[in-house]
Structure formats: structure tokens, C-alpha cells
């Protein structure tokens, strides 16, 4: 399974940002996908996740409301971004695991995307 995620800029503060990514070689419909970011200097955390079905989705408490994820019925997920700051700044990784219910960790995730960089300026 290959991820491709795509859509990082450098946006100005209360900018908006979709990203997406997407999915090849593998059985998309099986997949539960989630979003994760790093900041430099920072581990990687949890940002959203969205379950196999597309009918349940979690969010990290730091952008609860100002983010969607979603997914289509072929290949892609998708991350929209509303309100952004300065603290959003940071690598955004797309990631696919095995398991059909949320998952928030990234040690249950067993596919990753190469990273697309998001920088908002103040």
C-alpha cells in the first residue's frame, strides 16, 4: 500500500488548507486513514482519523472544529483545515491501518505518506 499526500503550503493565520492523500495498491475500502503532524523538535502527534466506512471520525483536541476529515468511495482522504495558526505549523503525515475502527496512535498504523509541510505565518 503507497500514500501520496498533497496540498502543504505556506498559508497566512486564519488561512484555510485542504490536504489529500492518496491511496494506491491496496483495498481502500478496508482501511481506517488518519492524518498526524510534527512539528520540528516535536514527536508526531494524532490530528484526525476516520474509520473504514467514513461514518465515525476523531479529532485531536487542538483543532477539534476548525478540522474535516473525510474520504471518497475510491481512493483519497481528505483533510480540511479551517482557522489556521501559527501551532499548525508542522509535517503533515496521511497514514493507513489494518484496523476498520478509529485509531489514534500511530504504532497502529502500518502504511505512511511521505509528508507535505504546512507553515502559517503570523
Known amino acids: 500500500v503507497q500514500l501520496q499526500a498533497f496540498g502543504g503550503g505556506f498559508l497566512q493565520t486564519g488561512a484555510s488548507l485542504r490536504l489529500t492523500c492518496v491511496v494506491a495498491?491496496?483495498?481502500?475500502?478496508?482501511?481506517?486513514m488518519g492524518w498526524f503532524r510534527q512539528a520540528p523538535g516535536q514527536a508526531r502527534e494524532f490530528v484526525a482519523t476516520i474509520n473504514s466506512n467514513g461514518r465515525n471520525t476523531y479529532y485531536a483536541d487542538s483543532v477539534n472544529g476548525r478540522a474535516t476529515i473525510s474520504r471518497d468511495n475510491k481512493d483519497a482522504v481528505n483533510l480540511q483545515m479551517n482557522n489556521l495558526k501559527p501551532d499548525d505549523t508542522a509535517v503533515y503525515y496521511c497514514a493507513a491501518s489494518k484496523i476498520r475502527t478509529m485509531v489514534t496512535s500511530e504504532y497502529d498504523y502500518h502504511f505512511w505518506g511521505q509528508g507535505t509541510q504546512v507553515t502559517v505565518s503570523s
Open positions: 495498491g491496496g483495498t481502500f475500502s478496508t482501511l481506517t
